[in-house]
């Protein structure tokens, strides 16, 4: 696996909290996905489709997923 240093930013596209799963289209177009467990905050923490965040890529084997995310 391969993280970023440079933080990244982009747009929640969806995002479910149940599943804990979403996806955050980048400033360049490109489309990654995030897990609940890469948000940053304390309690529950739930990402808002359109919200705008920045994160740090990480590529996996399954592609690009975004650790680190911090709302905007």
């Known amino acids: 696996m ?3 240093t440079e933080r990244c930013r982009g747009t929640i596209t969806s995002f479910n909290r149940f ?3 979403g996806k955050i289209i980048m400033m360049d177009g490109r489309e990654v996905r995030v897990r609940y ?3 940053r905050g304390e309690g529950v923490r739930c ?3 359109g919200a705008a965040v920045s994160f740090l890529l990480e590529e996996t084997q399954r592609g690009l997923y975004a650790v680190c995310v911090q709302p905007e």
């Open 2 to 4: 391969i993280t970023t």
């Open 19 to 21: 599943g804990g799963l």
């Open 37 to 39: 467990s890469s948000v």
């Open 47 to 49: 990402l808002e489709k």
